[in-house]
């Protein structure tokens, strides 16, 4: 690489440290040792990207960095900065991020993660600059993202460009939206494609089990661990680990996945020694994470560790033209599953399809199109091969019927729907908890906390 880097940092044995690190990684550097160097130095370097101390000696309490860092937000927006901090907390480095800072780097630093960091950022600048010019129209790995909507279109774009790199990605939509496709896709059209892509549900892993599962355990580190266990993230290594549902991790999980996402380090249940990992994280969630920020259930500092680059799906029902290419899709694969190449459907049907509103979004299309084809006797699926299945999801949510305010507390009107839900669909668990848009793990959890009886026709 030719990229051009200052480093901003009072220490000279830092300045001297990381522009040898960086120029044998084939970067060219400067440093200044005080910010009102900054602008002169800008003027005659032209960086391409700032690494900013924090923590300078003439105020280390870290509010001098936050207003050289909006300085140069400011005077400079198309130049990326990477915060490195040293004695401040992680709450200064967060204010940094809400400023405009690309990553923070905590002192001292890990070499490997620098310049990994270095490299991402500058892979995500130069793909904003050059993606008015770039083609678009080939997407590879994103053959099975089917749309024209104009909104979901500009989504593949910044995914595609993202998948270059290494950015931690975060994707905001409503269940059933397609966020795991998206997720597999970038993983698949990464330079990490013919490594291993880890898929983790967040909210079926409890706290208690949460050490386990994710980082291993050896055999004897507990009752139950009869054998040594690899975890999640070494098995991910060198890959990617896809984190599902990451606005139902429990707290204290929270801490915990924030210091390996940091450090890049974990340790196995029952052993003292740290394993490093080269992981690239894509997380995934339902859940308005910035309000679970200001209401204190999610961690502001994990929040931007995994929020590099937001990608937020919009519901079917905003993208209403893209249905009849879905149903199309849907159908010509089911037609090869089930060797059914003669099935078509009908004009009639198509159009009351493009104009419902699905609240269970691709998923709730793709199965109500697999129950047509399904059901059928016929060659061609009609209007009346959708609308009863469709109407009696439609019906089981108008059957709720809220209580006043006060009447009822939240726990008891959640046992009211898991018991409904059990009822309309008859004990099968997978079909109830998807009604419920929670995970199975998620609903066995809450069946036992309630003691609600439950027989499982799954």
Known sequence: MNANILIVD?????????????????????????????DRQIAVQQPDLILLDMNFTIDTS????????????????RIPVILMTGWATVQLAVEGMKIGAQDFLAKP??????????????ALHQTDATSASSNT????NFENLIGEDPKFKAILQVAQRVSKTNASVLIIGESGTGKELIAEAIHYESQRTDRPFVKVNLG???????????????????????????????????????????????????????????????EVL??????????RVISATNKDLEKMVSDGSFREDLYYRINLIKITIPPLR???SDIPLLVNFFLNNL??????????????????????????????????????????????????????????????AQEINLPTVGSISLEELEVKMIKKALSFHHNKISQVAKSLGITRSALYRRLQKYNIPYDDQN
């Open 137 to 140: 129209d080939t997407l590879n």
């Open 109 to 122: 630093w890990d070499n490997k993660q620098l310049l990994a960091s270095v490299k991402t950022i500058l």
């Open 204 to 266: 079926g892993i409890s706290a208690s089990l949460f050490e386990s599962e994710m980082f291993g355990h050896k055999k004897g580190a507990f009752t139950d661990a009869v054998v040594d266990r690899q975890g999640r993230f070494e098995i991910a290594d060198t890959g990617t680990i896809f984190l599902d549902e990451i606005g139902d991790l429990e707290s204290s999980s929270q801490v915990k996945l924030l210091r390996v996402l940091q450090e890049q380090t974990f």
């Open 10 to 38: 009072d220490d000279l044995a830092v300045c001297s440290s990381i522009t040898l690190l960086l120029k044998r990684a084939g970067f060219h550097c400067s440093s200044v040792n005080h910010p009102r160097d900054i």
């Open 270 to 279: 029952g052993s003292s020694q740290s394993k490093k990992v080269d992981i």
């Open 318 to 320: 905003e993208r209403r």
């Open 335 to 396: 037609k090869l599953s089930y060797e059914l190449p003669d099935l078509s459907i009908s004009t009639q049907a198509m159009n009351w399809l493009s104009q419902q509103h699905f609240p269970g979004n691709i998923r709730q299309l793709q199965n109500l199109v697999e129950r047509a084809v399904l059901m059928t006797t016929n060659t061609q699926l009609e209007l009346n091969d959708f609308q009863e299945h469709y109407r009696d999801r439609q019906l089981a």
């Open 62 to 77: 870290g509010k001098k960095g936050l207003a050289t860092l909006k300085q140069v937000r400011e005077q400079y927006p």
